[in-house]
Every structure is written in C-alpha cells, then in structure tokens.
Nanobody
Framework: QVQLVESGGGLVQAGGSLRLSCAAS????????MGWYRQAPGKQRELVTI????????KYADSVKGRFTISRGDAWNTVNLQMNSLKPEDTAVYYC?????????WGQGTQVTVSS
C-alpha cells in the first residue's frame, strides 16, 4: 500500500520560513510527479507546486512564485518544500501528492499557520 507522510508544518510569524518534507513508501516505482497542495478553511484544495520525475520541470501557483521552492529529496520518492517570506494567507493544511501510473496518492496533511 502506497503511503505518503508529510512533516515539518507548524506555527511561524509572517516573514518567516518553514520546510516541509514528504516521504513515500509502499512502491518500488518512482513517482512520475510529486507536489504540494493546500487547503485553507472554507476553500477548495489548490495546487501549490509540482515537480516531475526528472526534476527538470516545475510549476508554481502565482501566489507562491519567488517564495516557495520545491525539490526532490536525496532519498527515493521524497520531496521537500522550502517556504520563505510566509504570509498569513499561506495558512492552510498542506498535502503531499504523488502521481504514479495514472493514480493519485495523498498524504494526511500537515498544518501550516502563519501569524501576522
């Protein structure tokens, strides 16, 4: 059974930084893409950023461009999200996503709260 586990969420003041990590287990195959989504209270889940297997293609939501950076981890099927210059509007539950053979896999989510 494929599982994704996030870590690194927490409470930070506006302007601060956090680093999220996600590790997948339960498959010998490399995810074709991995990324991060977030969902704020009362809002739909939205794409934050995604990276392809080759790590040569990344996509960012306009709202995080220049502040967030996604990277593949050194370990198999891991991905990191460096979040700088955090804003209160970045407050949300952040979910790790992995795409493999047309299937979507999700982590349980980690809370990020940015205080003003």
């Amino acid at each position: 059974q494929v599982q994704l586990v996030e870590s690194g969420g927490g409470l930070v003041q506006a302007g601060g930084s956090l680093r999220l990590s996600c590790a997948a287990s339960g498959t010998i195959f490399r995810f074709e893409s991995m990324g991060w989504y977030r969902q704020a209270p009362g809002k739909q889940r939205e794409l934050v950023t995604i990276i392809t297997t080759s790590s040569t293609s990344t996509k960012y939501a306009d709202s995080v461009k220049g502040r967030f950076t996604i990277s593949r981890g050194d370990a198999w099927n891991t991905v990191n999200l460096q979040m700088n210059s955090l804003k209160p509007e970045d407050t949300a539950v952040y979910y790790c996503h992995g795409g493999l053979f047309g299937n979507d896999y999700w982590g349980q989510g980690t809370q990020v709260t940015v205080s003003s």
